[in-house]
């Protein structure tokens, strides 16, 4: 991997994990280097799904890629302040 493919991964997860975070509702309370760790995660897990059911390659932008991806970082952000806000407060 090159070195703009890292920044290029870095760059997408920081967006898909901040829509993740946006769509769930009330404050999550994790830092934003965990946001796009999940991002990245849920990026690169949307990837191969939207690529498995054959929409992962469209003309233009690949709507239902980026919808897949969304919605994992939103249940990995989920998950993700659920197990932080648990560890800080215990």
Known sequence: MTVSGIISALIVGLIIGALGRLAL????SIPIW???V??????VIGTFIANALGVGD???IDW???IIQV???A??????AG???RKRVS
Do not use: D, H, M
């Not at 509702?25 to 999550?28: L, V």
């Open 25 to 28: 509702p009330g404050k999550q």
């Open 34 to 36: 965990l946001t796009i």
């Open 38 to 43: 999940v991002g990245i995660v849920a990026a």
């Open 58 to 60: 469209t003309r233009g």
């Open 64 to 66: 239902i890629e980026v």
């Open 71 to 73: 919605a994992l970082a």
């Open 75 to 80: 249940g990995g952000v989920a998950v993700a």
């Open 83 to 85: 197990f932080y806000t």
